[in-house]
């Protein structure tokens, strides 16, 4: 077996030094979680107002759809829904956009192309969507039927 290692004993003023480490170590921990909260929470709120400023817009003018805020930052936003209308036979739905296979880091916008109507899909065609508003929840029944 090696010999076990014994530090030389430390002088008074080392221990006092190596105290106020450990306690700085906890402290410096603390501040950085703490400012990483707060970084975090200041993220969610830029999101969020992201989010609503899209939504003014689309509701004042119904554009234009870019820019837009990207998928992630809209879920983490809290804004998971996308309100969107078939520009063809006008079939609103809303689409969960944490269940999209789209990267997380798409725009929005990018949707426009690529979110189809699936009425109009049984009918052979592909119309683009009309993108309406980005929504907290999903309505619990479509208003037509
Ligand atoms: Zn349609």
């Known amino acids: 077996m090696a010999p076990k290692h014994h530090p030389s004993p430390l002088s008074g003023g080392d221990r006092k030094e190596l105290e106020k480490a450990r306690a ?3 402290i410096l921990a603390t501040q950085s979680a703490e400012a990483r909260a707060k970084g975090e929470a200041l993220i969610r709120r830029a999101d969020k107002l992201s989010c609503e400023s899209w939504n003014e817009k689309m ?3 119904g554009g ?3 820019p837009s805020p990207t998928i992630d930052q809209a879920v983490d936003g809290g804004y998971p829904w996308l309100e969107i209308e ?3 036979c006008k079939t609103r739905r809303e689409v969960d956009l944490a269940a999209l296979p789209h990267p997380p880091t798409t725009f929005v916008h990018d ?6 109507c699936s009425r109009c899909a049984k009918a052979n065609r592909r119309p683009a969507a009309t993108l309406l508003q980005l929504v907290r929840r999903a309505r619990q029944a479509a208003p037509e039927t």
Do not use: N
Not at 111 to 116: C, K, M, T
């Open 59 to 61: 509701w004042a003018d």
């Open 86 to 88: 078939c520009s063809r």
């Open 24 to 26: 700085m170590t906890t």
């Open 64 to 66: 234009p759809i870019d």
């Open 111 to 116: 949707l426009a192309g690529r979110l189809r």
